[in-house]
Nanobody
Framework: QVQLVESGGGLVQAGGSLRLSCAAAGLSFSTYGMVWFRRAPEKEREFVAGISWTGGVTYYQNSVKGRFTISKLNAKNTVYLQMNSLKPEDTAVYYC???????????????????WGKGTPVTVSS
């Protein structure tokens, strides 16, 4: 059984920070690339950030570059998304996903993900 469980979301004022975590179980975590997606209210799901299976290659959506940092700690089977300088436009439900072949060299297509978490909501007030 594979499980991805996100945590760390919440309510924060614009300019603040949050760190999201995604704990994985039931898969060989070190062999999977990990990706964060988000779905804003009344909008489609979009790619946010991704990291290769080694944790050595990362890719970000343009709107979050310089503000968000994705990292992967294989020893803890956990992927993180550090979000700084948050903006109201970042308000969304954030999902982590895993793919055996994601290499962190470009945006990930949600249709190609093997496993999904249930999401954690982030609300940024102005």
């Amino acid at each position: 059984q594979v499980q991805l469980v996100e945590s760390g979301g919440g309510l924060v004022q614009a300019g603040g920070s949050l760190r999201l975590s995604c704990a994985a179980a039931g898969l060989s975590f070190s062999t999977y690339g990990m990706v964060w997606f988000r779905r804003a209210p009344e909008k489609e799901r979009e790619f946010v950030a991704g990291i290769s299976w080694t944790g050595g290659v990362t890719y970000y959506q343009n709107s979050v570059k310089g503000r968000f940092t994705i990292s992967k700690l294989n020893a803890k089977n956990t992927v993180y998304l550090q979000m700084n300088s948050l903006k109201p436009e970042d308000t969304a439900v954030y999902y982590c996903a895993a793919n055996r072949y994601y290499n962190g060299r470009g945006p990930a297509d949600s249709s190609g993900m093997n496993y999904w978490g249930k999401g954690t909501p982030v609300t940024v007030s102005s």
